[in-house]
């Protein structure tokens, strides 16, 4: 996929040989010379959430439930950009739902993640769009979705704290006005908050 830049501006190819010079390499030397082309490509691709639409993603992939027990989808790998630093962060998002009618394809839950997180983003912002995402494309009883992060702004700069993780989580619907539904979800995942 290749970034739509302005035409005003440079490639992001030629953004990055300035950027190269910049920070005090040579562009030119033997293993920089086709690192433009490669990051313009690897930022395609790391911002391919940009141009997906969700009605597309789920890909009439969305069928008439035969019962209305809870669903949850854990440990789906992902992998973001942080919007203020333009550094990786990653992690498992974990989403559960309480079927109304309709349930969604399996695979579809990672494809949400991955349009969303595909982006310049904070965790916090993903949460609540994969919420928001399922309780458009389902109508669920309730949507609940959490996410375990590692942020490398944290870890390769600022305080340097290697070991640190981020958990965010979006209820909505009986997951928020519930809590014995709420629990369950959470014993599902295997996440325990620990009350201080």
């Given at each position: 996929m290749t970034l739509a830049l302005d035409k005003k501006t440079s490639s992001l190819a030629d953004l990055t040989r300035e950027w190269l010079e910049i920070v005090g390499?040579?562009?030119?030397?033997?293993?920089?010379?086709?690192t433009p082309e490669r990051v313009e490509k690897a930022w395609g691709y790391m911002t391919g959430g940009y141009g997906q639409e969700l009605h597309i993603v789920a890909n009439d992939a969305v069928f008439e439930a035969e019962g209305d027990g809870m669903v949850v989808v854990k440990d789906i790998e992902f992998y973001s950009m942080c919007e203020?630093?333009?550094?990786?962060?990653?992690?498992?998002?974990?989403?559960?739902?309480?079927?109304?009618?309709?349930i969604l394809g399996l695979s579809k839950f990672a494809r949400?993640?991955?349009?969303?997180?595909?982006?310049?983003?904070?965790?916090?912002?993903?949460?609540?769009?994969?919420?928001?995402?399922?309780?458009?494309?389902?109508?669920?009883?309730?949507?609940?979705?959490?996410?375990?992060?590692?942020?490398?702004?944290?870890?390769?700069?600022?305080?340097?704290k290697q070991q640190s993780s981020t958990t965010t989580s979006s209820m909505l619907g009986a997951f928020r006005e519930d809590s014995r539904t709420r629990a369950e979800f959470l014993e599902n995942i295997g996440h325990r908050f620990s009350a201080r």
């Open positions: 390499e040579d562009p030119s030397r033997e293993g920089l010379l086709k203020h630093h333009m550094l990786p962060f990653f992690g498992r998002a974990h989403i559960g739902y309480l079927p109304n009618k309709k949400i993640t991955d349009m969303y997180s595909r982006r310049l983003q904070v965790q916090e912002r993903i949460t609540g769009q994969i919420a928001s995402a399922i309780q458009e494309l389902l109508e669920p009883k309730g949507v609940a979705v959490v996410l375990e992060g590692v942020h490398l702004c944290m870890a390769m700069r600022g305080v340097q």
